[in-house]
């Protein structure tokens, strides 16, 4: 299985859009012009098939780009004969914690409809709670009330008692990331050994230190938040960046350009070009480049899943970036800084 997998995976891969299809959508000029390119590609030809350019928004095409992405890994997920509860399911752990963030981010916003009209209608029957349901929610009261009987219940309870800060939901959104890894730390051990189980808990170790590194410098660098501030936004998880390092780094005047070399030393290594005013898309390029190479050597079934997943995110990140750019006039010289190919 696991051979069929790796080979169903890089055939996948294989049907990625190329530099050249890339340089063809940034000159497309409108949405309409991208999703018309993008209906005669092999990879889009299917999902674009029976939608009218002329008539598609952009919010409607970024909704059909990542509801392609989830049916894929369904699709993959059911080749592999994976068992609800087994660590193949990852994607849907993620989603869950993620819209239970957004929802809460809505209600802070003081929005009353914001996360309904986002709400991604494809993920309804997939998660271990009512979506509609928590689209209906209007107050943190509302969303307990949804949750009440799953594991995230017990932790949002403890930080939506009132009126939650925004520092608060990001304490919040900390430890519902803390018990996503806790629940894949431990389906991978039971599921995989050794090397196996090794190299699948290091993703989340160095997504960990990548975020923790973003998170310091950007709340340093822009809000100039003080040392234990920043600490509380950060994740108890780590791999090579330890919280002394960032402790010793966040205690000196120079915090943001020591956190930028730090990011190069233990990651980036002088093959990856970053922009410290965007340091996600740097990050994204590194992710980038691991995938590519977990899907290329690896012989772990479930680390090829992983790495497309990924690398089928970070192509659904570009056409995001191209729709928009068409959106709102950017010119493909702007547009194309933001890629990662």
């Known amino acids: 299985m696991a051979d069929a997998i790796i080979a169903k995976a890089k055939s996948i891969y294989g049907k990625r859009l190329t530099k050249e299809d890339y ?3 940034l000159h497309r000029g409108n949405v309409s012009g991208v999703v018309a390119y993008l209906k005669n590609t092999q990879r889009y030809k299917s999902i674009f098939a029976n939608v009218n350019e002329n008539q598609i928004h952009r919010g409607q095409v970024e909704q059909l780009l990542s509801k392609e992405v989830f049916e894929l890994y369904i699709k993959l997920c059911r080749f592999m004969s994976a068992e609800r509860n087994s660590f193949c399911f990852y994607l849907i752990k993620e989603l ?19 996360y309904l009209i986002e709400m991604p209608a494809y993920l309804m029957g997939y ?32 930080f939506l008692s009132g009126n939650a800060s925004v520092g608060e939901l990001d304490e919040c959104a900390v430890e519902l990331y803390g018990q ?21 808990k290091e993703i989340f170790l160095r997504q960990s230190d990548l975020s923790n ?9 822009l809000f100039n938040e003080d040392t234990e501030q920043i600490k509380k936004s950060l994740n108890s998880y780590h791999y090579l960046v330890t919280p002394a390092m960032l402790d010793e780094i966040l205690s000196q005047p120079d915090a943001d350009a020591k956190l930028l070399a730090l990011l190069k030393k ?14 996600e898309i740097g990050i994204r390029r590194y992710n980038y480049g691991f995938y590519k190479k ?3 050597f690896s012989q772990n079934g479930t680390m090829a899943l992983y790495s497309l997943m990924g690398l089928c ?12 750019g068409a959106r709102y006039g950017r010119t493909p010289e702007e547009t194309e800084k933001l890629l990662v190919i």
């Not at 869950?96 to 929005?111: N, R, V």
């Not at 928590?134 to 949750?147: H, M, Q």
């Not at 995110?313 to 928009?324: A, D, F, G, T, Y």
């Open 266 to 279: 233990m990651y980036f290594k002088g093959k990856v070009e970053y922009d410290p005013l965007n340091l």
């Open 294 to 296: 977990q899907l290329s």
């Open 23 to 25: 340089n063809n959508l």
């Open 96 to 114: 869950e914690m993620k819209q239970i963030i957004s929802a809460l981010t809505y209600i802070k916003a003081d929005s009353d409809d914001g």
């Open 180 to 200: 996503y890894i806790k629940w894949a730390f431990k389906a991978i051990e039971r599921e995989y050994k050794g090397a196996q189980a090794k190299s699948l």
């Open 313 to 324: 995110e970070v192509e659904r990140s570009n056409l995001q970036k191209i729709i928009e």
């Open 213 to 221: 590194i973003m998170m310091c410098y950007r709340k340093r660098s």
């Open 127 to 158: 998660l271990s709670f009512d979506l509609m349901k928590l689209s209906g929610a209007k107050d943190y009261r509302e969303i307990l009330d949804v949750l009440s009987d799953t594991p995230y219940h017990k932790i949002l309870k403890r």
